[in-house]
């Protein structure tokens, strides 16, 4: 028996800036960004949106687009790093919802948590969910990824911002590709990327026009929890690259590969924190994996950096770039990071771009090269079944893309601070998150949904 995605839906936000407008803004050279990154558009929540609507629209069109029988369905399993309480899971929202939607206890048999492993939680649940189908072959599981990323204005990490979620159906016997059972880790704690809790000593500042006043007493230091992290970026983009080396050649291994392992895969799908990521850091692989003259020596050494360099500039590997890897950027560089949705959305983005090209993928491998800060890689491989053309053809993913609304830069600027007081665009079929619960002690802070036709 197999077991793997069945079906796959999305949801990423309809506003957008331009690259180019916010290099402008930044005095930065639009090329640097468009060309040397990848990037040519951000988008960015209405007000009415939060990681709960964007994984509810994508998990709302994967059970509508697929007829799925809620009494199949075992288990709701999050992967997030955007969560909204420190207690109640995204995963108790979205089974909420959805029995407003489709019934009062019509999921209450199922199980749903959420999984933070910064942008590696959804291939964790992924993962959960398979061990989970493979026992119990008559189950079905959905894995959603949902995230916001938002970085400090004016940082290193701003022109990546992005904003929506993936929905996947795990079942047996799936349409879309099959998941082998040999999966390679390699972790290691660091603080390359993060977003702690932070004291707040000027507490005088709440009950001003934006903040309301708690209720009972204040503690003499708060602490608070923003959406933008601390990093460092030169530094998590090593650990990106070590991770993923030793999870990679622990993949080969746990596989008996002889030969080049990357060779075996049509696609390369992998986390891609902006479009050109997996490239920039791959070549060490490609050269290390087909087991090139590279000068000895530790990593960080000038000279093995310097021939690296010099193998990722070779036509060799330009052409290894547009074969396995550059159709998994295109969606990134119209959306932004997605966090946890982002490898999923990498592999969107290739099987609609092998749809487009009328390539047969049946049978044909594709392989996985995870990553999540804090930092662990995890690294396996998929097998492309009968329906991934139909369901390629299916998620209509760039022509939602080409309706995204775009913004100016001040707007853009009031959405960050959250000073826009109304909606930007109408929301129309989809989920919107109605109020927030202010005057109610015993529900402050709670957070309603509602669907609008």
């Given at each position: 028996m197999?077991t793997?995605?069945?079906?796959?839906?999305f949801?990423v936000?309809?506003?957008h800036?331009?690259?180019k407008?916010?290099?402008?803004?930044r005095n930065?050279?639009?090329?640097?960004?468009?060309?040397g990154?990848?990037?040519?558009?951000?988008?960015?929540?209405?007000?009415?949106?939060?990681?709960?609507?964007?994984?509810?629209?994508?998990?709302?069109?994967l059970?509508q687009?697929n007829?799925?029988?809620?009494?199949d369905?075992?288990?709701?399993?999050?992967?997030t790093e955007?969560?909204?309480d420190s207690a109640k899971?995204?995963?108790?929202?979205?089974?909420g919802?959805m029995e407003?939607?489709?019934g009062e206890?019509?999921?209450?048999h199922c199980?749903?948590?959420d999984?933070?492993?910064?942008?590696?939680?959804g291939v964790d649940?992924?993962?959960?969910?398979l061990?989970?189908?493979?026992?119990?072959?008559?189950?079905?599981?959905?894995v959603?990824t949902?995230?916001?990323?938002k970085?400090?204005l004016?940082s290193?990490?701003e022109?990546?911002?992005?904003?929506?979620?993936l929905?996947?159906?795990?079942t047996?016997?799936?349409?879309?590709?099959?998941?082998?059972?040999?999966?390679?880790v390699?972790?290691?704690?660091?603080?390359?990327?993060?977003?702690?809790y932070r004291?707040?000593?000027?507490?005088?500042?709440?009950?001003n026009?934006?903040?309301d006043?708690?209720?009972?007493?204040?503690?003499?230091v708060?602490?608070?929890?923003?959406?933008q992290?601390?990093?460092?970026g030169q530094y998590s983009?090593q650990c990106y690259?070590?991770r993923?080396?030793?999870?990679?050649?622990r993949f080969?291994e746990?596989?008996n590969?002889?030969?080049s392992?990357y060779?075996?895969w049509e696609?390369?799908i992998?986390?891609l924190p902006?479009?050109?990521q997996?490239r920039?850091?791959?070549a060490?692989?490609?050269?290390l994996?087909?087991e090139m003259p590279l000068?000895?020596?530790?990593?960080?050494n000038?000279d093995?950096?310097?021939?690296i360099?010099?193998?990722s500039k070779?036509?060799a590997?330009?052409n290894f770039?547009t074969?396995k890897l550059q159709?998994t950027?295109?969606?990134?560089?119209?959306?932004?990071n997605?966090?946890t949705?982002?490898i999923?959305?990498g592999l969107?983005s290739?099987?609609?771009?092998?749809?487009l090209?009328?390539?047969d993928?049946?049978?044909k491998?594709?392989?996985?090269?995870a990553y999540?800060?804090?930092?662990k890689?995890?690294?396996?491989e998929?097998t492309?079944?009968?329906?991934?053309a139909?369901?390629?053809?299916?998620a209509?993913?760039?022509e939602?893309?080409q309706q995204s609304?775009?913004?100016d830069f001040?707007?853009?600027?009031?959405l960050?601070?959250?000073e826009?007081?109304t909606?930007i665009?109408?929301?129309?079929?989809?989920?919107?998150?109605?109020?927030?619960?202010?005057e109610a002690p015993?529900?402050?802070?709670?957070?309603y949904?509602?669907w609008?036709?």
């Amino acid at each position: 028996m197999k077991t793997g995605i069945d079906a796959i839906a999305f949801d990423v936000a309809k506003l957008h800036l331009p690259i180019k407008t916010l290099a402008e803004a930044r005095n930065i050279e639009p090329d640097k960004l468009e060309k040397g990154l990848g990037l040519l558009k951000m988008t960015l929540p209405d007000i009415h949106q939060d990681a709960v609507v964007f994984g509810a629209n994508a998990l709302t069109k994967l059970i509508q687009q697929n007829n799925v029988n809620l009494a199949d369905i075992a288990r709701i399993y999050v992967g997030t790093e955007s969560g909204i309480d420190s207690a109640k899971p995204i995963g108790s929202y979205l089974l909420g919802l959805m029995e407003q939607r489709y019934g009062e206890g019509s999921l209450s048999h199922c199980d749903v948590v959420d999984m933070t492993f910064a942008c590696i939680g959804g291939v964790d649940a992924l993962q959960n969910c398979l061990d989970y189908v493979r026992l119990n072959p008559d189950k079905k599981a959905i894995v959603v990824t949902t995230d916001i990323a938002k970085y400090d204005l004016a940082s290193t990490g701003e022109y990546t911002q992005g904003a929506g979620a993936l929905a996947l159906l795990v079942t047996a016997n799936p349409r879309i590709m099959t998941l082998s059972n040999s999966w390679a880790v390699s972790t290691k704690g660091v603080f390359d990327f993060f977003k702690p809790y932070r004291t707040l000593s000027k507490w005088h500042i709440m009950g001003n026009d934006f903040n309301d006043p708690w209720f009972g007493h204040l503690e003499r230091v708060l602490e608070i929890h923003k959406d933008q992290p601390v990093f460092d970026g030169q530094y998590s983009n090593q650990c990106y690259t070590d991770r993923t080396r030793e999870a990679y050649f622990r993949f080969k291994e746990l596989t008996n590969t002889q030969g080049s392992l990357y060779q075996s895969w049509e696609s390369i799908i992998m986390h891609l924190p902006y479009a050109y990521q997996a490239r920039r850091m791959f070549a060490e692989l490609f050269a290390l994996d087909a087991e090139m003259p590279l000068l000895t020596g530790n990593e960080e050494n000038a000279d093995y950096q310097a021939k690296i360099k010099e193998i990722s500039k070779s036509e060799a590997y330009k052409n290894f770039v547009t074969q396995k890897l550059q159709p998994t950027e295109v969606a990134s560089s119209l959306i932004g990071n997605l966090y946890t949705g982002s490898i999923f959305m990498g592999l969107l983005s290739a099987l609609t771009q092998h749809v487009l090209k009328g390539n047969d993928l049946i049978g044909k491998k594709f392989g996985f090269l995870a990553y999540g800060s804090g930092s662990k890689s995890k690294v396996f491989e998929g097998t492309l079944q009968q329906g991934w053309a139909e369901a390629a053809h299916k998620a209509q993913l760039f022509e939602t893309l080409q309706q995204s609304h775009e913004i100016d830069f001040d707007t853009y600027l009031k959405l960050y601070k959250k000073e826009q007081r109304t909606g930007i665009q109408q929301p129309k079929n989809e989920w919107v998150l109605e109020y927030i619960e202010k005057e109610a002690p015993n529900l402050y802070g709670a957070r309603y949904y509602k669907w609008v036709e």
